[in-house]
């Protein structure tokens, strides 16, 4: 069924916020930006959606503020990357995964998430016990978990193999 | 266009998530859930989607354990009811509408939280900074801030008008 974009009469913080990144794949996309996905093929791989629904997706993120679109380092090619405003998603990310982790996959973590500082795990993705901080994404170290699917080749996920800090471009 | 209910290829906790509360209109009645809506006529006065759209998306959710149908106390109504592992979503809300209100309202928010027992405000609608405890959102009280909508006069928004708790039936 259509429904249109925006929440008539839903004036509140949350149905703002749904009506950025409330529709389907969305938040997938915003999740690899965090894993340092940068270029429209890298998100068509990774994310096997279609190519009309991924450039429209990216482009409302664009226009929300949530990505920008700029030149790559030393290529012709235009990149994908997160606003401030799109970093500060992480702990929307941080809460829905650790949600998921627990409730959905009985704890069998897909990927784990450290301090890169000092190692610590963090269950919430957000604040480390040992340097009682709150953690930047920059400075989160993400690894394979059990539940981490380490078969498939395309370039975002061979990347994601090894441990690496969130917000650092792919390629 | 069309797209299937699960997000294939996507093994990672995200994905699970988004399968289950990515759907349009889900985090919303998830929302109204912690607001104390109960009722199929209560969500659907307050919502203002179709009805058909409701009916499915409360099926999901019951289906995926966040909510639980059950007879209404004193009455020969069904009720829809948080579970545990729905409760759990708060900090996903909490975060979305942190983010929102941030970002996108400018600061204005539409609701204002406080710890019931100490009346301090919740900025990120989880921990209290006066009694430095992690809250529950049965703990959490809501009341109108300066973007509320107070004209609506369907139940939930007329409940909402007053300070509330968050959780305690609407009704």
């Given at each position: 069924?259509?429904l249109g974009k925006d929440y008539v009469n839903q004036?509140c913080?949350m149905a703002r916020?749904l009506e950025?990144?409330g529709?389907?794949?969305?938040?997938?996309?915003?999740?690899?930006?965090?894993?340092?996905?940068?270029?429209?093929?890298?998100?068509?791989?990774?994310?096997?959606?279609?190519?009309?629904?991924?450039?429209?997706?990216?482009?409302?993120?664009?226009?929300?503020?949530?990505?920008?679109?700029?030149?790559?380092?030393?290529?012709?090619?235009?990149?994908?990357?997160?606003?401030?405003?799109?970093?500060?998603?992480?702990?929307?990310?941080?809460?829905?995964?650790?949600?998921?982790?627990?409730?959905?996959?009985?704890?069998?973590?897909?990927?784990?998430?450290?301090?890169?500082?000092?190692?610590?795990?963090?269950?919430?993705?957000?604040?480390?016990?040992?340097?009682?901080?709150?953690?930047?994404?920059?400075?989160?170290?993400?690894?394979?978990?059990?539940?981490?699917?380490?078969?498939?080749?395309?370039?975002?996920?061979?990347?994601?193999?090894?441990?690496?800090?969130?917000?650092?471009?792919?390629?």
């Open positions: 069924m259509a004036a913080a916020a950025l990144v529709e389907r794949w969305t938040l997938l996309i915003v999740r690899d930006a965090f894993y340092g996905v940068r270029r429209y093929s890298d998100f068509l791989a990774h994310l096997h959606m279609p190519r009309a629904v991924l450039a429209e997706r990216l482009h409302l993120l664009t226009e929300g503020g949530v990505l920008v679109k700029q030149p790559a380092e030393n290529s012709s090619r235009e990149e994908y990357v997160l606003t401030p405003r799109g970093e500060a998603l992480w702990p929307v990310l941080a809460a829905l995964s650790a949600w998921a982790t627990q409730e959905l996959l009985e704890g069998e973590a897909s990927w784990f998430y450290r301090h890169a500082e000092c190692g610590t795990l963090l269950p919430d993705r957000l604040t480390c016990t040992t340097c009682k901080v709150r953690i930047h994404p920059r400075e989160v170290l993400m690894e394979p978990g059990p539940g981490a699917d380490l078969t498939r080749t395309d370039p975002v996920s061979v990347a994601c193999r090894s441990p690496r800090r969130l917000l650092q471009p792919i390629r």
